[in-house]
């Protein structure tokens, strides 16, 4: 049987481990940021991802727990949803086009 990707990444003092997108959410994704035009996603999107997506250490996320941890903690969370963009869609949005195919992070 075949799971999704996995990724760990600190930031701060924080250890994030991000799960693959499956193709269907990440489609739909990809739709709600063309969508916008702005390539910036709703707050509510950026927090779905991260719920569904994204644990802290071995721990879910859910809305609360959320709200709490990221409470003025803006730049780690967006650092960490740069970081769940370029390894889901290999760029910081997956609206924008890369300048490079093959940029090493």
Known sequence: MKVLENKETTIGDNYYVMTAMGAMDGLDFMNKLYA????????????????????????????????????KKYDELYELFQQFCEFNFGESSPNQQSDTEDSEN
């Open 36 to 71: 916008s035009g702005t390539g910036t996603p709703p707050a509510k999107d950026i927090r779905d991802v991260i719920v569904k997506y994204v644990k802290l250490g071995g721990k879910a996320f859910d809305n609360k727990s959320f709200d709490v941890h990221f409470s």
